[in-house]
């Protein structure tokens, strides 16, 4: 299990932006495939885009990947995920998440996915 403290969540206006943060500590988080998920209300679990250890590909669902932006700074161990034009249908609790054994993300499927963080909120709304 690694530990992942997802930060940057809050209320941000209809056409804002924020810029989510995934960090771990005690791991080299460089070599771990980052995932970005979110859940609204009443909703299932949402891929929303992931990025590989090593090459440091990147994946996203087709609905997102025009306004949502992964990437990692191995120095900082935090991976990002820079949200644009936010929509109140945006409204969940957005998670990072992990798997030791995933190396080339190409599937946001939650079950491949082992280590989770405990979420950040983020609402969109006037």
């Known amino acids: 299990q690694v530990a992942l403290v997802e930060s940057g969540g809050g209320l941000v206006q209809p056409g804002g932006s924020l810029r989510l943060s995934c960090t771990a500590s005690?791991?080299?988080?460089?070599?771990?495939?980052i995932g970005w998920f979110r859940q609204a209300p009443g909703k299932e679990r949402e891929g929303l885009s992931c990025?590989?250890?090593?090459?440091?590909?990147?994946y996203y669902t087709d609905s997102l990947k025009d306004r949502f932006t992964i990437s990692r700074d191995n120095d900082k161990e935090t991976v990002y995920l820079q949200m644009n034009n936010l929509k109140p249908e945006d409204t969940a609790v957005y998670y990072c998440?992990?798997?030791?054994?995933?190396?080339?993300?190409?599937?946001?499927?939650?079950?491949?996915?082992?280590?989770w963080g405990q979420g950040t909120q983020v609402t969109v709304s006037s």
């Open positions: 005690g791991v080299r988080f460089n070599l771990y495939t």
């Open positions: 990025i590989s250890s090593g090459d440091g590909s990147t």
């Open positions: 998440a992990t798997d030791p054994y995933y190396e080339f993300c190409n599937d946001l499927d939650p079950s491949i996915f082992t280590s």
